[in-house]
């Protein structure tokens, strides 16, 4: 019963450190991209354009965590699901757990799609992308 007890702790903690370890391979290198040191040890100044490099890796940060989470909801929902046995309580709780994950991903990329369109019109234009990359130079 011991061994029991510790498998359904340690399977979900293994689960969640294998399906969080991209997310630490990809945002090794850091949220802010400036401000640190280049190959030839000069420091790279911080401009303009990199707050809004910044906001966007942060928001590439949360996504690549929130998955993860989303899959083991669903998951969870769809353990609880089989195994109602025709239990209404278990399939409804279920359901909701569905839809609410559902609902959460398709706001969080939506806003990411948002956020990405307003910041690529801002910053990556030919005509914004001078002044924006060249104002403290």
Known sequence: MQKNKII???A???SLAFLLTPMFLVHSAGLISCGGYDVSGTVDQC???DIFETINNIIRGLILIAIP???LLLSYAGYLYLTSAGDGGKVKKAHEIFKNVG???VIML???LIINTILSALVK???YSDVINNVQK
Do not use: D, M, R
Request: hydrophobic share 60%.
């Open 8 to 10: 359904k702790i340690v």
């Open 12 to 14: 979900p903690l293994l």
């Open 47 to 49: 401009h303009f354009g």
């Open 69 to 71: 989470f989303a899959a």
């Open 103 to 105: 609902v959460g991903l």
């Open 110 to 112: 939506s806003a990411w």
């Open 125 to 127: 234009s030919e005509v």
